[in-house]
């Protein structure tokens, strides 16, 4: 079955970084994309960014541009996200989810269908 | 912060049906970009429930359904039963070049 599975809690001070693995299984690795998104309850559900798996582009969300940084091994068929110069309000569970598409209308849309459990990263002093 | 709102709680028996609203703008939901509800029951990862406005994957009860007017989109559940106490999301894509991808605020459905 497919499935994401992520590395565990982290607790980090303001100023760090911190790196978060996502392990797929179960699909072909390089077939689908994998998104970035994190919930705090001051902030709700955010969308940090997208990386193909195939080649490693990417693609951020404005505000996490210059702080996260995807990765992936292939050879592992995990993905990690690395986000730097740690804030307060980076206190959040981050997911990873997987890409999927489908025609709609004259063009295509992309969701998220499967999701990782969730890492908690707190940032404290 | 979430750019989609949503009521932030509703309730229902057993057997009854309730309604999720999630309302958006022009530049998401309104642009003619797809919307889609998730699921999250306590301590789990979210769960896709409908994409694409109105479809459901294979596995989720026809209890779900979904529909978008607008700048707005809702789900419904009908028959509500105990295992749908659960927080319940929508998604979209706004085309304003610095968001993306877009999320309601959330509702908590409790089964009374």
């Known amino acids: 079955q497919i499935q994401l599975v992520q590395s565990g809690p982290e607790v980090k001070k303001p100023g760090a970084s911190v790196k978060v693995s996502c392990k797929a299984s179960g699909y072909n690795f390089i077939s689908q994309y994998i998104h970035w998104v994190r919930h705090s309850p001051g902030q709700g559900f955010e969308w940090i960014g997208i990386m193909n798996p195939d080649g490693g582009s990417t693609n951020y969300a404005q505000k996490f541009k210059d702080r996260v940084t995807l990765t992936r091994d292939t050879s592992t068929s995990t993905v990690y996200m690395e986000i730097s110069s740690l804030l307060h309000e980076d206190t959040a569970v981050y997911y990873c989810?997987?890409?999927?598409?489908?025609?709609?209308?004259?063009?295509?849309?992309?969701?998220?269908?499967?999701w990782g459990q969730g890492t908690l990263v707190t940032v404290a002093s | 912060q979430s750019v989609l709102t949503q009521p932030p709680s509703v309730s229902g028996a057993p057997g009854e049906s309730v309604t999720i609203s999630c309302a958006g703008s022009s530049s998401n939901i309104g642009a003619a970009n797809g919307v889609q509800w998730y699921q999250q029951l306590p301590g789990t990862a979210p769960k896709l429930l409908i994409y694409a406005n109105t479809h459901r994957p294979s596995g989720v009860p026809d209890r779900f359904s979904a529909s978008k007017s607008g700048t707005s989109a809702s789900l419904a559940i009908s028959g509500l039963q105990a295992e749908d106490e659960a927080d319940y999301f929508c998604?979209?894509?706004?085309?304003?070049?610095?968001?993306?991808?877009?999320f309601g605020t959330g509702t908590k459905v409790t089964v009374l």
């Open positions: 989810a997987r890409d999927s598409r489908t025609i709609y209308g004259a063009g295509m849309i992309d969701y998220f269908d499967y």
């Open positions: 998604q979209s894509y706004d085309t304003v070049d610095t968001i993306g991808y877009v």
